[in-house]
């Protein structure tokens, strides 16, 4: 029993410093948003569509533990689903390391087709979501937007 928390420690110190330059971050973009207007519009329309949301994922160096906290600026802006899907699923599908280490193992070829193949089907999810998702209510009913927006908060 003593090795399972061990482990379980090992692992939590592991992530931590990740998840605590994710919070860092989150918290750097939320002070620049309410401060400057360039900054509100770009997580604007990042937040509020599905092609800048997945290379804004893209671009970031982490994994999911930073990628996770910074949806907490975009969702606060309005994002609506499929952007979130996008950013979040991008930012594992796209890190900087493989695509580098696509490019000098298979050549340019095969980097290219390793950002470009990602990059539409996470759209192609995003746009998807967007369109046909719908917001349940907690008895499973189906519910329109305009309706969430004022009964979930």
Known sequence: MLTIWNEFARLVSDAGPAFALGLMLSTGVQWLVERSHWAAR???????????AAPAGAALPGCSMTTVPLTIPLKRQGAGDGPLLAFIITSALLG???????????????????????LIAVCGLGWGLQRFGRKLHSDGENIDEASCSSACG
């Open 96 to 118: 900087p390391a493989s695509i580098v280490l696509t490019f000098t193992m298979f050549g340019p070829v095969w980097g290219v087709l390793r950002v470009a193949l990602p």
């Open 42 to 52: 770009a997580i604007s329309w990042v937040a509020q569509s599905v092609p800048g």
